[in-house]
C-alpha cells in the first residue's frame, strides 16, 4: 500500500508529515516514487495567512485532480480553521487537533480497504498534552526534526496560531535527550529544536526552560549540531545568550520575529518588545556570538502603519544590519483583532512596501556573505548540483565546494567568492 504526503507551511508541520511517514511505515505502508501513483493521498495544511489558505485549498483541488481514484485525506491548521472547504471538495478530513496519531491511524485504515469515517462537523478540541511523535528527517536529509514545543500563549494581534494550535505544551527534557539520542544514532549530523513558539518553552513544566530543552539535547547528541528555531525578543536576555554560548555543539544562526522596527506599530501587533527592547536583545546574541547569522521576520502593511512608521522601521532594520530577512505583506487573519481595526493598508500599498523591504534584506544579505569571506568554516554537506557539493555553515550561509558529495559530510571550508547570494569555497586543509 503506498502514501504520498504533500505538506504546506511551517517548520513544525513539516516534523508532523515526517512523523506521520515514520508511523506508516511502521504499518507497512511504503511512500509512493515520483510518478507513482499512491493510494492514500495526504495534504497537511497551513492558514498563518490567507495566502497560505488560499494556497492549501489551490493545493487540495490540483491533488484530486492528479490523483482520482485516491482517497485525499486533508488535515493540518486550515482544517482546524476553515472545515468547511475540505468537506466540500469530498476530501476526507482530519482536523489538525485530533493528532497525527489519529491522522496515521485513519490512512491505515483506508489503506486497509475501510470505508472512511464521515468527517467531523466540527474541529477536535484543541490538545491539552503534548503529541509524543517520532523526531524525524525527509528522506535523504542530514538535517533532523525535533518538535520540542507546541502552542502558543501569546496572542499578537494578526496571529491565529494560539486559536488552532492552543496553549503552550513542552517535551519534557528527558524525552528530548532520548530522542536526540536516536536521531544523532541514525546518522543525523544536525538537530533543529522546532516549535510553534520555542522561547515559550517550559511554561506549562514545574522547573524547565528553553536552556534546559537545549543542554539535554546537546549533551545526549555531542557529535550532531543544534539548530533552533524563531526566539521570540523579548526572552533574548543576556542570561540565556551567556547559558547558550557554553552549549558546545549550538550553531551561531538566531531566528528573531521582529515583525515591525516601529515603535507605534509594535504595540498595536500586541508584541511583547519595543525597538530599544530588540536591539538590547541583538546585542545580547552579539555579544557572544560575533560571527552570528541573525535573521528576521517583517510583517509590511500592518493596519494603519503609516509611510513615517514604514520608514522609521526600515531605517531600524538596517540599523540591526540582519544576515537575512523573511519579509510578509500583511494578511488579515479571520477572528483576529488586527483584521478588525480600521486603517487596513490597500493590498498594493502592502505589497510595494514588501518590495522595498526585500531590497533592503537583499542588501543585507550581501553585507553579511562579504563579511564572511576569507573565513574557514565548518560545512555540513546536504546536496550536490552541477557538479558542486552543497551544504550550510552553522551560521546559515549556504556555500558550494567542487567535488563529488558524501552526504552528511561535516568539512571545514574555506569562503572564498560570491556571486550575488551564492558563496563559492574551497575545502581547508
Ligand atoms: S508569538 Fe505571536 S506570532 Fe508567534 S505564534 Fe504566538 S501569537 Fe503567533
Partial sequence: ????????????????????????????????????????????????????????????????????????????????????????????????????RVLAS????????????????????????????????????????????????????????????????????PEIAAEAARLSALGLREIVLNGIEISSYGRDLPDASLIDAITAASAAAPNARLRLTSLEPS???????????????????FHLSLQSGSDGVLPRMLRKYDTAGFFRALSNLRSRFPNAGVTAD?????????????????????????????????????????????????????RARARAARELAETMRERFIASQLGRTLPVLFERESGGRRIGYTGNYLEVSVSGALSRGDMLNVSLTRARGSEIFGELAE
Fill in 298 to 350: 517583517l510583517i509590511c502593511g500592518f493596519p494603519g502603519e503609516t509611510d513615517a512608521q514604514f520608514d522609521a522601521s526600515l531605517t531600524f532594520i538596517g540599523r540591526c544590519a540582519f544576515s537575512d530577512m523573511h519579509v510578509f505583506p500583511y494578511s488579515a487573519r479571520p477572528g483576529t483583532p488586527a483584521a478588525a481595526m480600521p486603517d487596513q493598508i490597500p493590498h498594493t500599498i502592502r
Fill in 1 to 100: 500500500m503506498t502514501f504520498h504526503i504533500e505538506t504546506l507551511g511551517c517548520k513544525v508541520n513539516q516534523t508532523e508529515s515526517a512523523a506521520v511517514a515514520e508511523l506508516l511505515h511502521a504499518h507497512g505502508l511504503r511512500r509512493a516514487e515520483a510518478e507513482e501513483k499512491a493510494a492514500v493521498v495526504i495534504l497537511n495544511t497551513c492558514a498563518v495567512t490567507g495566502e497560505a489558505s488560499r494556497k492549501s485549498r489551490q493545493a487540495a483541488r490540483r491533488l484530486m485532480r492528479e490523483n482520482s481514484g485516491a482517497a485525499l485525506v486533508i488535515s493540518g491548521c486550515a482544517t482546524q480553521l476553515e472545515p468547511q472547504w475540505a468537506r466540500d471538495l469530498g476530501a476526507i478530513l482530519v482536523s489538525g487537533s485530533a493528532g497525527r
Fill in 235 to 253: 526572552t533574548v536576555t543576556e542570561e540565556l545568550c551567556g547559558a547558550l554560548s557554553g552549549v558546545p555543539n549550538l550553531c551561531d544562526h
Fill in 106 to 173: 485513519r490512512v491505515v485504515r483506508i489503506a486497509l480497504g475501510e470505508a472512511p469515517e464521515p468527517s467531523p462537523q466540527s474541529a477536535a478540541p484543541l490538545p491539552r498534552d503534548l503529541e509524543r511523535l517520532p523526531g524525524g528527517a525527509a528522506p535523504g536529509r542530514t538535517r533532523a526534526m525535533l518538535k520540542i514545543q507546541d502552542g502558543c500563549d501569546n496572542f499578537c494581534s494578526y496571529c491565529v496560531i494560539p486559536r488552532i494550535r492552543g496553549r503552550v505544551r513542552s517535551l519534557p527534557p
